[in-house]
Nanobody
Framework: QVQLGESGGGSVQSGGSLRLSCAAS????????AGWFRQAPGKEREGVAT???????TYAESVKGRFTISRDNAKNTLYLQMNSLKPEDTAIYYC?????????????????????WGQGTQVTVSS
């Protein structure tokens, strides 16, 4: 079955960096869109970055220039390099995959369309 597992979260000071990893299994990782999402206390889940099977990438405006999403298809792993972290980046970060027939080159715009999720990893940025 499809499994996604995040790692790499932690606590850092403002301006610091973290690298999140998401190990995927149970499906052809290279064929489908994968993304990072986050949810802060009391707020709705929001998209951070997505990467399509052909490498096309989108970022939320709030993280552009600071975060970098990448994927290693040989290792079935998704990454999120987070630099210049701010207190407002504090949230639980989730990786997710959108796996449906004919979606091999499609990244949904809404997090509700992602049908497989990891358990999440906490990122805390202090000022």
């Amino acid at each position: 079955q499809v499994q996604l597992g995040e790692s790499g979260g932690g606590s850092v000071q403002s301006g610091g960096s973290l690298r999140l990893s998401c190990a995927a299994s149970g499906y052809t990782f290279s064929s489908y869109c994968a993304g990072w999402f986050r949810q802060a206390p009391g707020k709705e889940r929001e998209g951070v970055a997505t990467i399509r099977s052909d490498g096309s990438i989108t970022y939320a405006e709030s993280v552009k220039g600071r975060f970098t999403i990448s994927r290693d298809n040989a290792k079935n792993t998704l990454y999120l390099q987070m630099n210049s972290l701010k207190p407002e980046d504090t949230a639980i970060y989730y990786c997710a995959a959108a796996i449906r027939a004919y979606w091999e080159y499609y990244c949904p715009g809404s997090f509700t369309s992602y049908n497989y999720w990891g358990q999440g990893t906490q990122v805390t940025v202090s000022s």
